[in-house]
């Protein structure tokens, strides 16, 4: 069965400091995977996407993924962290064989030290 | 940039009473869906919609559950005889017909049931 592991539930990081959220996934075919954030009583933002191609992706906000085929990993970075980028982080697989729902991983909720 | 909007923002609703939950999708997308994320759990797919009809749904969408577009703007999600266990945030999210562009998602709605 599909499915989408974020091994780290809560992550604090000092302001300035580098960033990397991980993602796992178990999918048979060729994923789409997506990075989104959600700020407190918000909605899910498109961070960023992977369908084929470059395996370096770059987002919005600073943020960017690779895609590791080998590891089953699509892991988010940032090089530095600004005190805005508090929320929690969600990586999704796209099963487009499947009408294109979104298998979400737990969350990891990124807190930032001033 | 367009966006997915949902009204209400939040509705309390008493035990066994129905609810409307009421989704505008972007204008010009053809894919519809509804995901539900209970607090502190992962975002969790509950059904998708292409062409006047359902494509896909999950367990959790079960009789009690139903999705209309009546018009060519709203996407409605009826639960009909509410639980305490649909207590939730409910987020509509749409697509346009290539598989490679992602879901845009509302803001969402907080249901509360009592």
């Known amino acids: 069965a599909q499915s989408v592991t974020q091994p780290d539930i809560h992550i604090t990081v000092s302001e300035g400091a580098s960033l990397e959220l991980r993602c796992n996934y178990s999918?048979?075919?060729?994923?789409?995977l997506f990075w989104y954030v959600q700020s407190p009583g918000q909605g899910l933002q498109l961070l960023l996407k992977y369908f084929s191609g470059d395996t370096l992706v770059q987002g919005i906000k600073g943020f960017e993924a690779e895609f590791k085929r080998s590891q089953s990993s699509f892991n988010l970075r940032k090089p530095s962290v600004h005190w805005s980028d508090a929320a929690e982080y969600f990586c999704a697989v796209g099963l487009y064989n499947q009408g294109g729902k979104l298998i979400f991983g737990q969350g990891t909720e990124l807190s930032v030290k001033p | 940039e367009p966006e997915v909007t949902q009204t209400p923002s939040h509705q309390v609703t008493q035990m066994g009473q129905e609810v409307i939950l009421r989704c505008v999708p972007i204008s010009n997308h053809l894919y519809f869906y509804w995901y539900r994320q209970i607090l502190g759990q992962k975002v969790e797919f509950l059904v998708s919609f292409y062409n006047n009809e359902i494509s896909e749904k999950s367990e959790i969408f079960d009789d009690q559950f139903s999705v209309e577009r009546p018009d060519g703007s709203n996407f409605t999600l009826k639960i009909r005889s509410t639980k305490l266990e649909d207590s939730a945030m409910y987020f509509c999210?749409?697509?346009?017909?290539?598989?490679?562009?992602?879901?845009?998602f509302g803001d969402g709605t907080r249901l509360s049931i009592l």
């Open positions: 999918y048979g075919a060729t994923p789409y």
């Open positions: 999210a749409s697509r346009g017909e290539v598989n490679n562009q992602p879901q845009h």
